[in-house]
């Protein structure tokens, strides 16, 4: 590369949002307002089983695969290394948007090195769930394990793999072969044509799959500033998650830099937690209300999966959970989202502390049969009976609301800077 900077310090500033809970926290919005102040965001984990919904003008942009910076024209956006990519979804996400006016090209890149996630994956995940009955993990349905696993087995294709067309098709054939002798399978892929359909797809990304990792040094060490966008949420993080209730990724802070190849440096972590808390999928939910008040929390919130169009499940914000997440990410900063969604309750509880076995614990257990069955201690708050969503400063909230917030920062030791306080992009007390 001819503008390569080979200076080894970080004049540039790196950034990351990360949600503190089970995904779904509402980070698109924050995401996309700092986007429009960042010359590259970058995904580092996942796949298409995030969606992140942003509202422009009224209409809702849902992105599975792409980063978020897409919607802003002068932002570059890359798909990092420890990504898994499906091609079709990608290409799809391409296509929607050029409908709209937003073109990719120059700035679009996609990591040689990711991991391509093809259609088997997810009848391999398909697959998996139905063995597993009712110990499901209720995943996506994406293909996410399958294509983690394959990477680490060290069988799995990469995006730089497409550029050589007959190399492609062997290591393709060759997994396929063995996909398709799985005697489970429900589908049986005729090879040769995936073959052809993945090769036709990479061709729209002539010019895209690159060394990303390259691309994001050079921009850091020319002092350029990145966002390092987080999916899925730091508690469904394959290590420090409630395992095996997780996906397959590292989603917490330390895969920045490994997911995208830059070196660990300064970093400015802001974590987001809604202002209530919700989960999709099977696993434990301490503070999950499963009567009206849950109930009430959904219809208001709209809480449905914006991938799987589940209904999420709803409780009261966990801060044991959400100061578990913030200590690994070092969070420096906090964005409550969704607010409003709390403006007509009397009372509002907090979760602050959790029993187990009559003992106090101050985190999430490692062990998920313990996990299971912690018994969350709530602080009850008042609620402020009113509507929020043309409040632009946190200092004008109402009161209680206020207080509330005062709550999770004196709890967290962490400011909150942004408040979701409504539906629309603008809707973003700071
Ligand atoms: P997978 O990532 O599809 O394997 O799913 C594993 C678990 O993570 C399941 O409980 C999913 O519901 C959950 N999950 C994966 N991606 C997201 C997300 O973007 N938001 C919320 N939950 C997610």
Request: aromatic share 6%.
């Amino acid at each position: 590369m001819n503008n390569q900077n080979n200076s080894l310090s970080a004049a540039g500033k790196l950034t990351t949002v990360l949600g503190l809970n089970w995904g779904d926290e509402g980070k698109g919005k924050l995401v996309d307002i700092l986007a429009g102040k960042m010359q590259f965001v970058a995904r580092f984990g996942g796949g298409a089983n995030a969606g992140h919904t942003i509202v422009v003008d009224g209409q809702k942009v849902i992105l599975h695969q792409l980063p978020s910076g897409v919607l802003h024209p002068q932002t570059k956006n890359v798909i990092g290394n420890g990504c898994v990519v499906h091609l079709p979804t990608l290409i799809e996400e391409i296509d929607e948007l050029a409908k709209i006016g937003v073109k990719l090209t120059d700035r679009l890149f996609i990591s040689d090195r990711a991991t391509i996630l093809f259609d088997f994956h997810k009848e391999l995940d398909g697959l998996s769930e139905s063995k597993l009955g009712d110990k499901k993990i209720g995943t996506t349905k994406r293909g996410i394990g399958p294509a983690y696993s394959d990477r680490v087995n060290r069988r799995s294709l990469r995006m730089g793999d497409l550029s050589n067309s007959e190399n492609f098709a062997a290591k393709l054939r060759a997994r396929l072969e063995e996909v398709n002798s799985i005697s489970e399978m429900p589908v049986k892929f005729d090879i040769e044509n995936e073959i052809t359909m993945y090769r036709d797809l990479a061709e729209r990304l002539d010019g895209m799959i690159v060394d990303t990792s390259a691309i994001l040094q050079n921009a850091l060490a020319d002092g350029k500033t990145v966002l390092a966008e987080g999916a899925q949420g730091s508690l469904l993080d394959l290590d420090f998650g409630s395992f095996p209730f997780v996906t397959s990724s590292t989603t917490t802070a330390g895969n920045i830099f490994s997911g995208l190849g830059v070196a660990p440096q300064n970093l400015e972590s802001i974590g987001v937690v809604k202002a209530y808390s919700t989960r999709v999928g099977a696993g434990p939910f301490p503070t999950e209300l499963e009567n009206a008040t849950g109930e009430k929390l959904r219809e208001v919130g709209a809480e449905f999966g914006a991938t799987t169009g589940r209904p999420r499940r709803c409780g009261w914000c966990d801060l044991v959970a959400t100061r578990f997440a913030a200590k690994l990410n070092g969070t420096t900063a906090i964005n409550i989202t969704k607010l409003d969604v709390l403006n007509q309750f009397d009372e509002i509880q907090i979760c602050t502390k959790y029993l187990l076995d009559g003992e106090e614990i101050n985190s999430p257990p490692a062990v998920i049969e313990d996990f299971a069955r912690v018994e969350p201690v709530f602080e009850t708050l008042p609620g402020w009976n009113s509507d929020t969503s043309a409040v632009q400063k946190i200092s004008e909230l109402p009161e209680n609301a206020q207080k509330y917030i005062q709550f999770v920062e004196k709890y967290l030791g962490v400011p909150v800077k942004w408040v979701g306080v409504g539906v629309e992009r603008s809707a973003m007390a700071s």
